[in-house]
């Protein structure tokens, strides 16, 4: 415990020094792409928009267990999803994607528009910011790097939105039952570790001066 305590504080003193920046790698948002993001906030939550604007309530945390930046960035790339991804495929042939993917070497990356929506957890797209992490294998684990390149994200995020929540993407059919919950299709979940308990911990600690709202306990299914 000791360690770990002395370890995030060496996390916080790096990331306040560390000046970082953005870099513009947008992907693919063309006609296409558009139109299956309306329909997406249509067909499973309801939402009647002229435009894919969402109002940021929350960030939820990714790896993408892909071992490069190349092979993950084109991943997110196509408005389309792949035929193999058979298992969401059939709620939305929209493609994939989040907002920012961090490099292991901790280089942040926007792929799009922050307020507009990306497929990145169900249920919560209309109001979540996501953030993708190269990696996330036993070869290719998490880094140092990618942490402290999270918490500089999630405070300059924080700082521009009203961000009420900070989490991993295997927490999020804990908002089942809650108020921004809006997926309209019981059936249809994945099940999700990423980006592991210890990632989420070290960035919460590291931006608790937030004070994000506790993520909900899970819901009881009888």
Not at 6 to 34: D, H
Not at 207 to 222: M, R, S
Request: net charge positive.
């Amino acid at each position: 415990m000791r360690y770990f305590t002395v370890f995030i504080s060496f996390l916080l003193l790096m990331s306040c020094a560390t000046s970082k920046k953005i870099v513009e790698r947008p992907i693919t948002f063309n006609e296409e792409r558009n139109q299956l993001t309306l329909e997406y906030l249509s067909s499973r939550y309801g939402l009647e928009q002229e435009s894919p604007f969402i109002t940021p309530k929350m960030i939820v945390l990714h790896w993408t267990e892909i071992p490069t930046l190349q092979k993950s960035f084109e991943a997110f790339y196509n408005s389309k999803l792949p035929d193999f991804r058979s298992e969401i495929k059939s709620s939305s042939g929209l493609n994939v994607s989040s907002q920012f993917l961090v490099d292991q070497d901790g280089t942040i990356y926007r792929l799009m528009d922050e307020t507009t929506m990306a497929r990145h957890v169900i249920g919560l797209n209309h109001c979540a910011i996501g953030i993708e992490n190269v990696g996330g294998t036993a070869q290719t684990p998490l880094t140092k790097k990618q942490i402290m390149a999270n918490i500089w994200l999630v405070k300059y995020l924080s700082k521009k939105y009203g961000i009420e929540y900070l989490i991993g993407h295997y927490e999020y059919t804990n908002f089942e039952g809650h108020e921004l919950w809006l997926e309209k299709d019981d059936a249809y979940r994945t099940q999700k570790t990423d980006p592991g308990a210890g990632f989420l911990n070290a960035v919460k600690e590291g931006t608790k001066k937030f004070k994000f709202k506790p993520t909900p306990a899970p819901l009881k299914h009888i």
